[in-house]
């Protein structure tokens, strides 16, 4: 995460943390839950179970209004605190707006053109790693390690737990996890998703320590060509508009600002 300014810090949207409430009900307990629904899924955010992350499930038809104030009802009786959702655009947002979310934070959303680069061959990248970063593909047991590195280079409300690793690494049909080795250690790691011929940088995680030195545009790039030799032609990621060394590193490799950004919806519980 890059260092922010007084001002940046006081634009930031006030902290998750139901920590200092006082606890009425059950929260999110077990697994499951049991308020998901076919338009709508719910889990514990970051692990608290006063605290859910509410989204569209993985269909084509988001969910109504209605069910998403049922949704919330649900939550009230359980004692949750507060909801957040995952980054919505603008039409996903609408229904989430009307049943009582308010707007927790934009993101800027960047799209390349994967079909504007020379196309590389299936058994040789069109791209060499920086000098000294080594690139490994990320196994199951590598998640504890893909987390240590999210820690340090994420803060509050952007980290990853487990379960939000493990939606990054399922959003999509097919994903490619890899991760970034440098003098034997590991220092950076992304997650790419493809769906059909458009893409997704889903997650991208370097260690403050190691910026600066390639690690971040050695897995961009090497996210670009998984993505590239399997048919796709857009890439899409987001970033946080306080995250200039982000923004800066995917237009300096060819992302193209959207005008329609991504926003992070909340909902509090009423005292």
Known sequence: MVDL???????????????????????????????????????????????????????????????????????????VQQAVTPALNPVEAEPFFQAGFTLYERLHLLARNLSATTVCTMNRPQFEPAP??????????????????????????????????????????????????????????????????????QRLAVDPACQGQGVGTTLVEDSSNWLRRRGVVTALVNTQETNRRALDLYINLGFIQQREGLMVLRWDRDT
Not at 23 to 51: E, F, I, N
Not at 144 to 159: N, S, V, Y
């Open 5 to 79: 300014t007084a001002a940046q810090h006081r634009s930031l949207p006030r902290p998750i943390d139901s920590g200092s409430r006082a606890k009425t009900g059950p929260g999110l307990t077990g697994s499951g839950v049991g308020l998901s629904a076919r338009h709508l899924r719910v889990a514990r955010w970051q692990g608290d179970p006063y605290t859910a992350l509410v989204g569209p499930a993985r269909i084509r038809r988001g969910p109504t209004v209605a069910e998403i104030t049922r949704c919330l009802s649900r939550l009230d009786r359980r004692g």
């Open 132 to 201: 000294g970063v080594e690139l490994v593909r990320a196994r199951r047991w590598h998640r504890r390690i893909m987390l240590d590195i999210d820690a340090k280079a994420f803060k509050g409300f952007w980290r990853f737990d487990d379960y939000s690793l493990g939606e990054a690494l399922k959003a999509t049909p097919h994903s490619y996890a890899r991760l970034a080795r440098v003098d034997d250690r590991y220092v950076g790691y992304a997650v790419t998703g493809r769906t059909e011929s458009r893409g997704y940088l």
